[in-house]
Every structure is written in C-alpha cells, then in structure tokens.
C-alpha cells in the first residue's frame, strides 16, 4: 500500500529498528568519507571530546535515512524534500550500539499552490538500546508528498516540481545574487 499525505497526521508516527552498527562499519565509513582520528584510532578518539572510538555523525545519518526509507518512505508518494531543517548529535555513537528510530509528524498541511501535494515536516530521533538518545539526529526536515485525492493531471504537474518551487511553498526566500562592494 503506498502512503499519502493523509497518512501523517501529527503526532507519532512510528518506530523503526533495532539496526546493529559494528566498529568494522564505522571505521569503513570513516575510512572513506569522515577520515577524523577520533573515528579512526582508539588513542587519538581516547584524547578527543568523544573519549573514545565513535561513529562519524554522517553515518548516523546515513543508518537514519536508511532506517527511514526501509520503514515507510519507500512505500510513500513523497516527491521529495527540499532540506533538512534542524540536524544535531547528541552523544557519540559506539560500536555496537543497537539505534532504534523515534518519528513524529510535527506539522501537516496542503499545499498552498498545488493543493493535489501536502508537506509534511518529521522529527526523528536516533536512541541507543538504554535509551540514550545518539545523534538525536533530531532530524526535522519538511517533505512533499501527494495527496491520495490527486487527480491524474495533478499528479502528472506535480512530478515537474523543483526544489525551488517546494522552497517557496514553505516560505522560503529565493537566494537573491550578492550585492556589489562599493568603496
């Protein structure tokens, strides 16, 4: 069944996991796309503010998105989202560590100019098995997603959307061009 905005009322939405992270993905991930000592070396981790080996926050997110798309995005009419609007790390993610995913529907609302689409805003909050939240990747990020009232025509109009366009439905301004220095 695929899931339309009418399917995320706010409030709780769900929870997703258990996902196991082991030292040999973390390192690999860090490796290649976090390269930091503290996410590489048990010494250098041991002197860092992390006082110990610990995940690169980038794999916590990715772990999230993952964890997501496996729980509902995959099956959902979303069309996208134009960002991620609050994203913090909370305390360091551990070999080892069993996350399980918190969601909640923050806020739902049609669209003001494609009314056949509503945006819907997510939090999500990574927690470890006792509970302590990790990366809360506290993660609010808006998303468009068709309506299941759509007409075929609108769905159709609704797939050409850019970025710019979802951008400006919420509120945001468009980037004006920097201004020429004058001395």
């Not at 905005?5 to 409030?11: K, V």
């Not at 196991?20 to 290649?32: K, S």
């Not at 009232?149 to 366009?165: K, N, P």
Request: negative net charge; proline residues 7%; glycine residues 8%.
């Amino acid at each position: 069944m695929t899931l339309t905005f009418e399917d995320f009322p706010p409030g709780h939405f769900g929870r997703f996991g258990p996902r196991r992270v082991t030292r040999e993905e973390m390192l690999a991930f860090a490796a290649e796309f976090d390269p930091q000592p503290m996410h590489l070396d048990e010494e250098a981790a041991k002197r860092s503010m992390l006082q110990g080996l610990s995940a690169s926050g980038w794999h916590l997110c990715s772990i999230m998105m993952r964890m997501m798309c496996d729980g509902y995005i995959g099956r959902t009419a979303s069309l996208g989202s134009p960002g991620v609007n609050e994203l913090r790390w909370l305390a360091p993610l551990r070999p080892g560590d069993d996350l399980m995913l918190d969601v909640d529907v923050t806020e739902a609302r049609l669209s003001r100019s494609r009314p056949e689409t509503g945006i819907v805003t997510f939090k999500a909050v990574v927690r470890n098995a006792a509970g302590t939240v990790e990366g809360a990747v506290s993660v609010v990020a808006p998303a468009e997603i068709l309506s299941a009232f759509g007409t075929e025509e609108a769905v159709a109009r609704a797939v050409d959307l850019t970025a710019r366009d979802i951008s400006r439905d919420l509120g945001f301004q468009e980037p004006q061009p920097p201004k020429a220095f004058t001395t």
